[in-house]
């Protein structure tokens, strides 16, 4: 089943799982309904309290399906396209093994997630390759964003403490 949000494009999606005594099958991604093509496919792993992002790819954006198969994440979007309605708005959800919930995150957002188990294995399928040079990392607590992170011990790399102002982000990107 597929649910529009509030913001255009952006999704979420319960998965179709059949169960039986020895397990279950879970379908994660039809394109036929999302209507994208997913040529780079990626997995993380992160323990509790790890933060990872909030990023996006300027050049080369990326729109992305996010699926948790083992673990509990506090998943967020921040719209950055230059000319939506809810630019600058956040969009938050959980996803997790249990609630069987995917999101498709459109080209143009701004993505992160904090872990919220022990054990957090999260699958990414994105529209467009990764490139390093395109990417922009933003403050994961940026006063202007303020965004609710549900757990107070935060765990996040070098590179993502570096992350820039929303402020600074629309002055640098003529937004």
Known sequence: MIKQTKFKNLFLIKNKTFKDSRGYFKEIIRENKIKEKFPFFVMSYSKKNVIRGIH????KP????ITVIKGKI????????K????????FTCTLSERNSNSIFIPAGFAHGFQSLDKENYIIYSCTNYR???????INI????LNIKWPLKKQI?????????????????YSI
């Open 131 to 137: 490139d390093k040079n395109s990417e922009v990392t």
């Open 56 to 59: 996006l790819q300027i050049k």
């Open 83 to 90: 000319n939506s309605k809810t630019f600058g708005k956040i």
């Open 141 to 144: 607590n940026d006063k202007n």
């Open 62 to 65: 990326q729109g992305k399906f």
């Open 156 to 172: 996040v790399s070098k590179k993502d403490k570096k992350g820039i102002s929303f402020i600074k982000f629309k002055k640098k």
């Open 74 to 81: 506090f998943d967020v979007a921040i719209d950055f396209r």
